[in-house]
Each structure stands twice: as C-alpha cells, then as structure tokens.
C-alpha cells in the first residue's frame, strides 16, 4: 500500500474547494491584460480596506520578524468593546473558514454527524468530511434554509447544525423570528453555528440581535468574518462568538499563531471604522440595485439577495461564463452547489458592474 494509501477513506473522498479564478489566471489562459479583467467572483469588497486599516499595517511591518500576539488580545478587547461580550467567549480565525472548521474538529468525529442546508457554503461539508463525520444535507426551501425540515433532520448522532444567514450562495435570508424559534427546537447538546458572513450587508429592517440569545441559548455559536464588507479578504481574518466552554474547547484544537500580526492589526482598525462600514454598505445596495435591474431587464431570473453577491440562472450557465472570461468579466459558477443553470455575480464598483452587464448583453444577443 502506498502512503496515500494509508490516509483514511473519508480524507481521500474529500473533493477540494473550488476559489474563484484568479486575475493572473485567466490573463495567462486568454491573453488579456491583468488591469483590464473585471472579477466579480469571490464577494471581495470592490472598495478595497479602509485607510485605518492600511494604516495599521504599516505600523507594525516593523514587527513582522516576532510571532504574532497568539490570544489576539487587542482584537479581542476591541470585539468585546463593540459587541459587549467578553474576551472568553471569542475564538480568533485564520478567517471565517478557520471557525467552521475548528468548531467540526472540536465537536466532531467519525460517527458523528452535521446538518446543512442544499444550496450552502460548500466550507460545511469540507469541514465535516475532514473529521470523517456524516453530512446530513436538507433540502432547501426556495434555495434557502428550510429550518423546520433542518430540525426534523436532526439525529442522535448530530453534533453540529451549520446555518448561513445571508446564505452564499443564493443570497437568501432568515429573519430573527425564524432563528430564535429554530433556536428554540435544537436539542440543547448539539451546536448551532450560525455563520454570519455578510451580515454588515443586512438592511436596517432585516437586523436581529443574535449575541443577545447567547445567554439563553449556550450552543449558539456566532461566525463572524472580516474578509467582506472590512475589505480584507486577503488577509485571513474571522471570530466566533459563544459560551466560554465552546470557544475554550474550539481554542485547545486552534494553532498557536493561527492569525498574522498583520492581519490582527488591520482587523482591530478596521472594527472601528464605522464609516468606512457604512460606504461599503451603500455601494453594495446602489450596486445591487445596478446589477438586479439589468438581469430584470434582460429577461433573467435572480434570487434576491442580501449579501454582496446575485446569483442569476443563465440557462448554459458554462457557456455564459465562458462568453464574459473571454470579455475579461469573472463571475463564479455555482454547478457545484447543484445549480448547473445558474452564475454568482459579486457586486462591483458602477463601472465594474457595467462591464459585467454590457459583456452578459453581448452573449445573450
């Protein structure tokens, strides 16, 4: 038997995450120029990071020969600072992902198994397939979260219950009526890991108070991300919100030095730029607006969404992706999400946007 051989059945089936291609890529496939390609495939946030955050960075390049603070302090007090949680509470990531997948090999193993929704991150069955444990996938509800069957779908063995709101891909959303009452119907001995992404995307009306269930709801754990609407995707920088005991057993599995002294600084600067915050969140509705109204006029079906991102059905969804790679227009195929007929479009600057538009008219007539 060879080495690879040797790993278990359950690693071997793993089929690796898929990102969105990147710029260099299809510049060296088409021969395009890099600064002429448009991507709109990974829900980066088109303004870049805040100027606080660029400041921050620079002012600890200085110290990048010496390990990074690995309890994250700083961050950690500026969470606690904004959200009124205590620093106990807070598991520090290596981004969002890191979370979800500290949270499966903390509370997880073979025999054991997750609940998720059909049309969800893709991160939930990685994570959950990494420890050898089941996936239980739900069937969606209007390619949302269809929570009553999600809680039916529970078994003795279910150990995790992984809920996106906004849910990526499709956008869709879950008032905190629906939540609270989901809450409400989970065994208390399995955990929920409410994965908030996009949540600084969330309207006014839409806003719920999740960290207040905290208290009446211990195996609630809250995901939180600074890779979208803080604008630093690059940088790797997520936390998770819950009770002492989940976020002591989630930090006896997390590496030592998980998260860079650069990213930990950017993060913490960027958490108190409340107007930078709020731009990003008014480019993405005037550009969410920009882009829904253009498939609406071009005859095609989306799904509303309140995330940074529409996915919009194409029909020949790989030969529409095709079209607008060779126009320079990156968008994000979500075949593998058991949507072959549809695309995912992040919302751009107006000008990016307009590209994307223009090429999809261009291929559609």
Sequence with gaps: MSVAGNAPEYIRAIMPYLPGKPVS????????????????????????????????ITGVLSEVARYPDGNAFALKAAICSKFGVRAEQLVIGNGSNDILELAARAFMAPGCAAVFS?????????????????????????????????????????????????????????????????????????????????????????????????????????????????????LRVGYAIAHPEVADLMNRVRQPFNVSSIALAAAEAALGDDEFLAQSAEVNRRGMMQITGALSELGLEWIPSSGNFV?????????????????????????????????????GLSEENTRFIEALRQILA
Aim: proline share 6%; with cysteine; charged share 20%.
């Design 118 to 234: 059909q049309h969800a991150f893709a991160v939930y069955p990685l994570a959950t397939n990494a420890v050898g444990a089941k996936c239980i996938e739900v069937p969606a509800r209007d390619f949302g979260h269809d929570l009553d069957a999600m809680a039916a779908a529970i078994t003795p063995e279910t150990r995790i219950v992984f809920v996106a709101n906004p849910n990526n891909p499709t956008g869709t959303f879950l008032s905190g009526e629906q939540l609270e009452a989901f809450l409400g119907n989970v065994p208390r001995d399995v955990l929920v890991v409410l994965d908030e992404a996009y949540t600084e995307y969330l309207a006014p009306e839409q806003s719920y108070d999740a960290l207040g269930w905290l208290a009446r709801f211990p195996n609630l754990l809250i995901s939180r991300t600074f890779s979208k609407a803080y604008g630093l995707a690059g």
């Design 25 to 56: 890529e299809l510049a060296r496939e088409m021969g395009i120029a890099e600064g002429s390609i448009v991507k709109l495939a990974s829900n980066e946030n088109p303004l870049g990071m805040s100027a606080c955050a660029r400041d921050a």
């Design 311 to 347: 996915a919009f059905r194409a029909g020949d969804a790989a030969a529409v992706n095709l079209g607008l790679l060779k126009r320079g227009v990156i968008v994000r195929p979500i075949a593998g999400y058991g949507m072959p007929e549809w695309l995912r479009v992040s919302i």
